[in-house]
């Protein structure tokens, strides 16, 4: 017996308890043995030996017992230590929001790290996980301040500060995407914003406004004219360009051609939007603000192939805009009518399109082959629901590319001369006058 607890009580902490838990299980045999057979037990002595007996179980008993709730306790220790870490690694929801990067941080930092002079291989992995971001984030609705719109305001804010703080050479130009069609360009003589538009996704890009010299807005719906910006931008002392169509409001409330209407000018103006900084131009006209030449093109809102969609109506240009030697065309939500502009005579620098699904940006690129940098915008518009976002993506974009030509690369000229630069939100190039 007493070597017997010797042995337990010198052995390892985990052999020990093994050798009590045998020792008390023997006990407890023992005693079962007298409480279903005292016949085999002698006379008085019964009682008292299943008495010993239990007392003798007892000891080891808690003994074990005591042994059990100290490495039990050790193993829950480890075991709630490793969990803790697993949620730690996948992000669980239900952790509070301070302990953990939010996915919106995440990627952000992936994005400042893959700029668009990356290799090409970063560059389409770091576009495919953006579409795969903001599809599986995508809000059920836009009043819910999901993770989409986290990133998009993080994203805003530092073009924000960079357009502010940014200073631009002489024969240089930068150009920020901030959301949807929306872009600023900084020369060495102006700030110009086009289609500055989404703060009903995101409210600080009307902050956006408030640092341009001139807003040039394609056409008059929500996700390119958005009357947040244009306050800001009239009170920064802008002008506000738009194309100076003949136009009516409907009894929807949109504005739709009409040649017998009133202008496009007059039309905004008596909404109330910006009206004291509001400046028309005739399609096909050009004029001259604050040093920036600025040529509407007419244009139609509507598919090739579907000439009767809803937008058929709505008065839309392209915009081609002459600052500091550079050329910049804009094609809003402007598809091709019949009436192509000439533009083999304009140099174009940069080429902002609409990427649509059945327009291949080999279609935008013959119309001004000479053009050297192609931005494929519209995309990820979180406004027109689901199924458009669900095409309107880098994945499809990218997929434009045909025979080689367009290339997704920055600052490798290819063959065409043309280089096809998808920007993330926020995401800014530079330029440089080349000859
Ligand atoms: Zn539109
Ligand atoms: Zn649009």
Same mark, same amino acid.
């Given at each position: 017996m007493m070597v017997n607890v010797d042995v337990v009580t010198r052995s390892p902490p985990f052999l020990r308890y093994m050798l009590t838990r045998r020792k008390s299980d023997a006990y407890a045999r023992d005693a079962l043995t007298s409480f279903m057979h005292p016949q085999k037990l002698n006379g008085l002595g019964t009682h008292r030996q299943v008495h010993e007996a239990h007392q003798k179980i007892g000891t080891y008993r808690s003994v074990a017992v005591m042994e059990l709730n100290r490495y039990h306790l050790i193993l829950v220790s480890v075991a709630l230590i490793a969990a803790l870490g697993v949620v730690i690694w996948l992000k669980m929801p239900f952790l509070p929001e301070q302990l953990i990067e939010s996915p919106a941080d995440a990627l952000d930092e992936r994005i400042v790290k893959t700029p668009?002079?990356?290799s090409p291989e970063s560059r389409r992995d770091l576009l495919l996980d953006f579409d795969d971001f903001v599809s599986k984030n995508f809000p059920m609705t836009l009043v819910i301040q999901g993770t989409v719109v986290n990133l998009i305001e993080l994203r805003t804010r530092r073009a924000i500060e960079e357009i502010h703080s940014a200073s631009v050479q002489e024969g240089s130009m930068r150009v920020w995407y901030i959301y949807n069609m929306g872009v600023v360009i900084k020369t060495t003589n102006a700030i110009v914003g086009i289609d500055v538009a989404g703060t009903y996704v995101a409210?600080?890009?009307?902050?956006?406004?408030? /640092?341009?010299d001139v807003l040039i807005v394609t056409h008059p719906h929500g996700d390119h004219l958005d009357a947040k910006v244009t306050a800001a931008a009239e009170k920064a002392g802008a002008k506000i360009v738009v194309a100076d169509e003949r136009v009516r409001v409907d009894s929807s409330g949109n504005i739709v051609r009409d040649p017998g209407g009133v202008s496009m000018v007059q039309a905004l103006a008596g909404s109330a939007l910006a009206a004291q900084a509001l400046v028309g131009v005739e399609l096909g006209g050009t004029i001259e603000v604050k040093g920036v030449r600025i040529t509407a093109y007419p244009a139609e809102h509507s598919y090739p192939n579907r000439?009767?969609?809803?937008?058929?109506?709505t008065p839309t240009g392209w915009f081609y805009i002459e600052a500091s030697g550079f050329g910049i065309l804009h094609t809003g939500d402007g598809f091709f009518s019949?009436?192509?502009?000439? /533009?083999?005579s304009k140099r174009v620098d940069l080429y902002l399109i609409h990427y649509v699904d059945e327009i291949c940006a080999e279609d935008y690129y013959e119309l001004?082959?000479?053009?050297?940098v192609m931005v494929p915008l519209h995309?990820?518009?979180?406004?027109?629901?689901r199924e458009i976002l669900d095409y309107a993506m880098f994945s499809n974009a990218l997929g434009q590319e045909r025979d080689g030509d367009l290339w997704l690369s920055h600052m490798t000229p290819q063959d065409t001369g043309i280089r096809y630069v998808p920007l993330v939100w926020g995401e800014s190039v530079e330029m440089s006058i080349s000859p």
């Open positions: 668009p002079g990356s409210p600080s890009i009307a902050d956006v406004g408030g /640092l341009l000439p009767d969609d809803d937008f058929s109506a019949d009436a192509k502009p000439d /533009l083999s001004a082959p000479q053009s050297h995309l990820h518009e979180l406004g027109h629901g």
